[in-house]
């Protein structure tokens, strides 16, 4: 079975920067992504990689984040620099699940960390 775990969220003031991780263990990957929601707001793709190769980001995070995958060490990794407090959310990583893709109900989600950035 997949098993997945973030770590990594925390407290930081705006322009700070965390790098979230996730372990990745029991099955082959080539999509991945982090999702993120905020209280009150719908959840919302923030990057992802497919194909292991591609990767594309929500415009607001572009340049700021960086998707990233150690398919050595199983870990997927979200570098996240120059935070804002827009950025306050908790923070999943998710896998597609043998036909439920990714970001569905059904796909592999992990129990979230949050992320806080706050003055």
């Known amino acids: 079975q997949v098993q997945l775990v973030e770590s990594g969220g925390g407290l930081v003031q705006p322009g700070g920067s965390l790098r979230l991780a996730c372990s990745a263990s029991g099955s082959m990957f080539r999509t991945m992504g982090w999702y993120r929601q905020a209280p009150g707001k719908q959840r919302e793709l923030v990057a992802f990689?497919?194909?292991?190769?591609?990767?594309t980001y929500l415009d607001s995070v572009k340049g700021r984040f960086t998707i990233s995958w150690d398919n050595a060490r199983k870990m997927m990794y979200l570098q996240m620099v120059n935070l804002k407090p827009e950025d306050t959310a908790i923070y999943y990583c998710n896998f597609p699940r043998d036909g439920h893709g990714l970001g569905t109900v059904n796909s592999y989600w992990g129990q979230g960390t949050q992320v806080t950035v706050s003055s």
């Open positions: 990689i497919s194909g292991l190769d591609t990767t």
